[in-house]
């Protein structure tokens, strides 16, 4: 999975990023504006896609823009497209839950939560947790994440107190963590030293 | 008011998560001071919070979603343009407009908040910014 834009694993040219795009909005967007947020490609390769687009019905051009068409058959399955980085945190959240083990935080790090790495990225997860289980579940979680999206999962599980130790030595990676989270469950304040 | 119409402001995905992080704390802070048993206990501090966490909320949802945000002190404009987030914009719109709503009574001091209503207020705060969670994890 290309962790900056996931439909592009699906659908590799500019169409992708175009359709996630105007996936994330009701509003009519303007040419300029799309290739801005798309941003891949050029002006007028973002034109072409709209015009063609526009002709097999699955984006309108309205006024003020262009809008994805949520009525087109296909419609449900651009969204669901555009959406498979909400579909790899639900998926991991379900792993959790279902495992029964107690973590403290749980989220995603790295490239996958800021959406700017590639096909090649690593899925970096942390889990605090005192389980002793842990290590057996990090395993598995791995296997999981790349049997979905086909990425290695770097999977990070330490205790409390080996995140106060990190704290404690001003280990960048506590700072990246800070900085990044996407929090799967649990409380990021963790990383603060709160809610342990 | 249409969001074309809005004034906006670009913001990245490093954004996003700081807001929500921010409306996350807004509203821990709020259910806190509700659940304070005395005086302290200031309905209207409450409720200042919530509306701050209703913002920072919508921020994070639309620079998640859009990679803008509105800018200014026109809440339709702000309300307008969460309204076109995907997922939940109308959903997390009705809850912000709530909060906007009620936001210079509770900042301003102008109206005495009741316990009650700080405590509405909290429950909105709380659930637009599981919703912005969601968005920004989409």
Redesign the interface.
Known sequence: MDVAKPISSVIPTLDGPVLATL??????IILSEIH??AGRGSKSGVRRVLSRMVQVGVIHEVL??FVLNRDHVAANSV?AL??L??EL??RIRLEVQSSGIETSLVGLFGSA????GDITSDIDILIISESTDIDDFRGHLGKQVFLWTGNHAQVVAITNSELRRLRKVNEPIVANWN?????ISG???VLKGGRS | M???KSRTKSCT??DA?NRL?QA??FV?VATLVLSADDEAANPGVAASLAVLAGIAASDAACCA???LRAKGDSHDGAVA?L?????H?REMAKDLERLLGRKDDSHYGVTFVARGEARRMVDWAIRLTALA??A???
């Open positions: 996936a994330a909005t009701t509003a009519p801005r947020r003020g823009g969204v555009a959406d980085h909400g945190v639900r939560a800021r959406h700017d900085r990044d989270i996407v929090v409380d990021e304040r | 249409s969001a074309a995905r490093a998560l992080a996350r704390s821990e979603r859009l990679g343009v309204a076109t987030v995907e997922p914009g969670a969601s920004v994890e989409a």
